[in-house]
C-alpha cells in the first residue's frame, strides 16, 4: 500500500498549456511538500501545507499554484508551462512535530516541449 | 544560500571501500539530520538519521558521524556494495519544520 502516491508519473506536454499533478498520503501526516528535483539533482522546496494552510512559500513563479482540499491530498497546478519548469516533482509528506522523517512519493516527470 | 554544503558531488569506489560523503551546516537550532538515498527514477528514501545528543549512530553498513562543535556530519558506507550506487542527499531540519537539503553525491560502486 503505497504511502504517499503522486499521479501522473509522467506528464509531456507542449509550451502554454496548463498541468496538474495530485499528490495522496495515507500515512496520517499533516504537513505535505512540493519539491523540484532539477537535471543536477538538487532537490528544491517550492511550498508546504500544515493541516490544509500554507506555510512555506519559497520564490516560485505564480504560475504555481497548490491546492490542499485536506490535509491528506496536496495538488499542484501549473499554467503557462514554460521548458524550464520541466523536471521531477516530488510530494512529501511528515507530521509536524513527530520524528521528522519526510516521506516521498516516486516523482512526477514532467516535459515540457 | 545554501543552508546545507554537501561534498563531493560524485564519488567513485571500487565494492568493499569505505565511501565518505560530508555536510556542513550552519544553523544551530537545527535538530535533526537525516541521510536520503535516492535510486534512478525514485523518490528518495530515508537511510539514516541522527539528532545532536549523539555522536555517532550505525544502521547495518551504514554510519552517520556528527561534529556538532564543527556543524558537521557525515556518512559512511562500509563494505560498499554495487546496489549502493545511488544519489545520497544529506538534510537538516527543525523537527516538524521546513527540511533543507544538501545538493546531492552520486556514488558508484564498481564490481
Known amino acids: 500500500d503505497t504511502a504517499v502516491s503522486q499521479t501522473p508519473k509522467y506528464l509531456v506536454t507542449q509550451m502554454g498549456n496548463d498541468k496538474s499533478i495530485k499528490c495522496e498520503q495515507n500515512l496520517g501526516h499533516d504537513t505535505m511538500y512540493w519539491y523540484k528535483q532539477d537535471s543536477k539533482k538538487f532537490l528544491k522546496i517550492m511550498f508546504s501545507?500544515?493541516?490544509?494552510?500554507?506555510?512555506i512559500n519559497e520564490t516560485v513563479p505564480n504560475r504555481f499554484s497548490p491546492k490542499s482540499p485536506d490535509k491528506a491530498h496536496l495538488n499542484l497546478h501549473i499554467n503557462s508551462l514554460e521548458l524550464g519548469d520541466s523536471a521531477v516533482y516530488f510530494c512529501a509528506s511528515t507530521l509536524r512535530g513527530g520524528f521528522g522523517e519526510l516521506f516521498f512519493g516516486e516523482g512526477s516527470r514532467l516535459t515540457v516541449l | 544560500q545554501q543552508q546545507v554544503k554537501q561534498s563531493p558531488q560524485s564519488l567513485i569506489v571500487q565494492k568493499g571501500g569505505i565511501p565518505i560523503i560530508n555536510c556542513a551546516y550552519e544553523?544551530?537550532?537545527?535538530?535533526?539530520f537525516p541521510w536520503y538515498q535516492q535510486f534512478p527514477g525514485k523518490g528518495p528514501a530515508l537511510l539514516i538519521a541522527i539528532r545532536p545528543d549523539v555522536s555517532e549512530k550505525k544502521e547495518g553498513r551504514f554510519t552517520i558521524s556528527f561534529n556538532k562543535s564543527a556543524k558537521q556530519f557525515s556518512l559512511h558506507i562500509m563494505d560498499s556494495q554495487p546496489g549502493d550506487s545511488a544519489t545520497y542527499f544529506c538534510?537538516?531540519?527543525?523537527?516538524?519544520?521546513?527540511?533543507?537539503f544538501g545538493t546531492g553525491t552520486s556514488l558508484t560502486v564498481i564490481p
Open positions: 538534510a537538516a531540519s527543525e523537527t516538524g519544520n521546513q527540511f533543507y
Open positions: 501545507y500544515n493541516n490544509k494552510e500554507l506555510i
Open positions: 544553523n544551530t537550532a537545527f535538530d535533526y
